[in-house]
Each structure stands twice: as C-alpha cells, then as structure tokens.
C-alpha cells in the first residue's frame, strides 16, 4: 500500500525548506523579504510542487533535481493569490485562515510583493549549477512553459475571464474554459515541467497533461463542492461564499450529487491517462485519487 | 561625426517591431492584449533595450541576436511604471501625455496588464531558437541577471524605499542608493545583458557596468532637473511635482546649479569609463552625452 500521507509530508518538507533557502540568499530581512516569506510560508498545500516532483519520479529521474522548478511553480501560485486577494480584484481579508498580504501588510507591498515573488521565480528557475550545456536547454523550455501557463495566454487570461464574469450566467463550457486557463494550466505546466525535467518522450509527456488536465478540472470541481459544504474551521476560509457572490459554479449549474460524480468521472480519466505508467507513477495515481476525498 | 538621432530612431524602429511580434503571436485581441499594447506602445524612450543593443555592438556582436533582451527590458521596465502608477502607490493619473493604464481601463486590469508583461520578459527570454546548446547557457545568464536586477534586492526594493522615504529628508547617500536600486539596477542589467550576448570578457563587463551605474545616476539627476525646470508640453508630463510631495531630489539637496554639475560628472566617469573600447562603443558616448542635453 502506497503511503500519500507519509509521501506529502516528505515531499512538503523538501519543498518548504529549498524554498526558504531560495528566500534567504541575501542574510538581510527587511520589509518586501517579510512579506515574501509570511505569504509563500502561509502553510500552503504545495500541490503543484508536489505534482512536478512526481511527475520527475514518475519519469523515473531524481525528483530532486527539480526542486527549482517546484518552488518557482509555488512562487507564481503564491503571487498569483496575492494578487487575487487584493482590495481591486477579489478583496478578501483571509487566506489558509490569516491575514491576506495587504490587511497584514498594506496595499502597495501586496503589489509589490506578489511581483517579487514572480521575479523570483524566475531568478529561481535560472539559478541552476549546470554540470553540461545540454542541461541548459531543458531549463529554458521549462521557463518557456512556465512562463506562458502563468502568462495572459494562461493564468492571467483566467483571471480576466474571471473577473468579467462576475455577476453573469456562464455556460458549463465557459466555465471549463475558465478554469482551465485560471487554474489549469499552471497545473498542467507542473506535470510537463516534471516530464521535461526527467526527460520524457513526447508520447508520454502528452499522457501526463492529460492526467493533469483532468485532476486540475477535478480540483477546481471539488473545491466548488467544499464551498458549499465544507467546514470552514478546517477549511481556514469562509464557505458559502459562491453562492452569496451568486457565482457559477460546478454545483449551481450541474447540481451538488451531479458534480460528485463529474469529479470521479475526471480522477478516472487521469488514472486512465497513467495505464502505461509503471509503480514509478504510484504518487500522481495517489493524488488523483485523494482530491475527491479532501476536506480542505 | 556620430548621428545619435538616426541612430536612435534606427533602433527605436527595430525594436518596436520586435515588441509588436512578441504581442501578436496569438492572433487573438481581447482586454488584456489591449492593455499591453496600449501601454508598451505607448511611446517610451526605449532607453534600456537601446543601451542593451548598443552594448551588443561595443562588444563587437550583432545588435540583432540581443533583441529579445532588449524587448524584455523594456516589458519589465513598462510593467513596473503600470504597477508604480497604480493608486495604491503613486496614484498617478498621465504617463507620457496620456492616461495611465488603470484610468484608460481599470485598476483590476492594471494590476494583471503589469503582471502579464513581467511574465511575457520571461517568456521572450526563453522562446530563443537556439542553434548551439552553449548559447542556452548565455540565455539564463541573461534571465539571472535581469530577473536579480529587477527583483526585490534590485528594481522593486528601490520602490519599497522610495515609498518608504515619503515625507522623510533623505541623505545624499540614501537617495543615491535608493535610485541605483530603482532604476539603476535594471539599467546596469540592459549592459550586462548585451555585453554578456556579445561575449566580452568580465573585465570589460565590469568597465560596462561602471559606465551603466554612471549614466543611471546622471540620467535621474536630470530627471529630477526636469521636474524643477522642464517644458511639461515636451516632456508630456508635468514639472514641479516632487517639490509638491516635498520629494528629496538632487536639486533639493544639491541646489540646482551643483546638481547640474554633478551630472556633468557622472557622463565625464561615463566616457572614461569606455576609455579602451574602439569607435564601435561611439553609440554608447553618444547616449552618455545626451542625457546632459535631453529635454525629456
């Protein structure tokens, strides 16, 4: 029996400590590395470092040799929420159940500090001690996919949609497309990123985006579904906020029983994407499996 | 006898083109392109690609393999006046004569406009097609170096101090120091970068970097001239701001006169600077020159 639980504290472990060594290569701490380090180290889940690093195992490479591209994934997330919370986009006062950046800093380090950390992250991703030039080329195709998941062609992209759709009646088509591009493609570039990093063939880099596109579906269905039913004590964030925002989602359109069922139709798409996969991919079957039991 | 101005409108040319085809490689028009192109089109000086191109060229390279980092230069440097002028910071209303990017569309779309074209540097710094796999490893060089200089111990610290100095009576050391982070780091950058592209030695990276914190320097005492004794027709913008905020500057440190001096001094450390450089640097002396005589 593969042990998630025992996997995910190892796996967060390494991930939180080479990204506090990333933060602290200047000894100094001041103001902007303070807000930096309170909103990367709010105790996030670390999915997309997670699944990076498993997608490098699952390619049969030492995960650890992807640890920049894991935290850099985590450093964009991290800016991304900043940016989000502030008072001119979502305006949310908490996040993983603290202060956002700008009510426990202010508004002007919120901004300032979400675009020192997207400008770390790519510091991060260029920082590599290369032992052969051919290396070189694999870390700039991964700041090229980064890059463009996380750009207005992407995550970015996402936002706007989602911004211009408050209020509105979408299609479950909108929808998806929405939050294939806010949320899913950073997911996505997480698993490819892993895949280029171990040197996958295209074949299979092409099974793992679409084990990613369908648990990045899931995720954003599951979370729809813990905000109407969810404990917000657990949670650390308020619930039943879509709906008092009369927002679309999975389960104002599909309804709540119909989206369950929509999450474990996705998770056994991207089971389905990892057939060919051997033991090696046993952590991404595990994940799969687990965002349709989380409560948090 | 060196022509600055054909030289200029020359590589003001060629560069904007290449931002234009870094934006419109989607084909798609929507919000977010719009806003991009307003503001990188907006009729910047161009000073930082210029000065990365015109290293390229004193190292004896070809000005037009340097491109991409010099259209990524710019999209930081336009990215970081987006999110300076943004209500929460500057609240800045104009921005070379026009309206800025939060009042032509709005603060939510400033903030992800910023975000998209500090994201779209990184993406033009890594779609390099590369023939030799050495060069990789110049590209993320050039990717470190720019993502240092314009993250939180380069360009956005500058900003945290600037914002931090408000009302304060700055020394000349802490207004220097200030300034060398806020916009000198990302002009020392455009020179690594170019001299790092045309393969010079680090000695003569080193006398480039001298040149590029001199120039820096000079370029934002005469900016701080300008607000005191500028033309706001022709610099579209208007003039006695800083003494309105009651800002420290160098003319309210200085006095106007030995600020005046002080910039002579800094182009005079410029040229020596450049001393063993052949005439292929001639551009580089131009420019230096220039910022004495500008008058926007």
Same mark, same amino acid.
């Given at each position: ?8 504290t ?9 990204l506090?060594?990333? !933060?602290k290569?200047?000894?100094?701490t001041?103001r902007?590395?303070? +807000?930096? &380090?309170?909103? !990367?180290?709010?105790?996030? @889940?670390?999915i997309?470092?997670?699944?990076? !690093?498993?997608?490098t195992? +699952?390619?049969g ?6 640890? %920049? ?17 502030l008072p001119?986009?979502? /305006?949310?006062?908490l996040?993983?159940? $603290?202060?956002?950046?700008? $009510?426990?800093f202010? =508004?002007? &380090?919120?901004?300032?500090t979400g ?7 790519? *510091?991060?991703?260029s920082s590599?001690?290369? %032992?052969?030039?051919?290396?070189? &080329?694999k870390?700039?195709?991964?700041? *090229? ?16 949609l ?5 209020? @509105? ?7 998806k497309s929405?939050?294939g591009?806010? &949320?899913?493609?950073?997911? =996505? ?7 280029v ?11 793992l =985006?679409s ?8 995720? *954003?269905?599951? /979370? /729809? ?10 949670l650390? @964030?308020?619930?039943?906020t ?8 999975? %389960?104002?359109?599909?309804?709540l029983?119909?989206s369950k069922d ?12 990892l057939?060919?996969?051997?033991? $090696?991919?046993?952590? !991404?079957?595990a ?5 349709l =039991?989380?409560?948090?």
């Open positions: 029996m593969f042990d998630l639980n025992a996997y995910l190892g796996h967060n472990k390494r991930i939180n400590r080479a506090e060594s990333f !933060l290569t200047s000894g100094r001041d902007i590395l303070e +807000a930096m &380090t309170y909103s !990367l180290m709010a105790g996030g @889940k670390r997309r470092p997670v699944l990076c !690093l498993a997608a195992e +699952a390619a490479a030492d995960p650890e040799d992807a640890l %920049p591209a894991a935290c850099a994934l985590e450093m964009i997330h991290t800016y991304s929420l900043i940016h989000d919370d001119a986009m979502d /305006d949310d006062a996040r993983r159940g $603290k202060p956002t950046c700008h $009510k426990a202010d =508004e002007a &380090t919120a901004i300032l675009d020192a950390l997207l400008t770390l992250a790519f *510091q991060t991703l590599i001690e290369l %032992p052969k030039a051919e290396q070189a &080329t870390w700039l195709d991964v700041i *090229q996919l980064i890059s463009y998941a996380a750009g207005y062609r992407g995550m970015i992209q996402g936002q706007m989602d911004m211009a759709s408050e209020g @509105k009646q979408l299609t479950l088509a909108e929808l929405m939050h591009l806010k &949320t899913g493609a950073l997911i =996505e570039a997480s698993l490819s990123c892993g895949a990093l171990g040197d996958l063939n295209s074949t299979r880099i092409s099974m =985006e084990y990613a596109q369908n648990i990045g579906l899931a995720f *954003q269905v599951t /979370d /729809d579904i813990l905000n109407v039913e969810g404990d917000p004590e657990i650390g @964030k308020a619930v039943g879509d709906k008092l925002h009369n927002k679309a989602t999975y %389960p104002s359109l599909l309804g029983e119909e929509f999450a474990g139709q996705l998770v056994e798409n991207a089971l389905q994407a057939e060919s996969f051997d033991q $090696k991919a046993e952590p !991404l079957r994940i799969a499996k687990y965002i =039991e989380r409560n948090k």
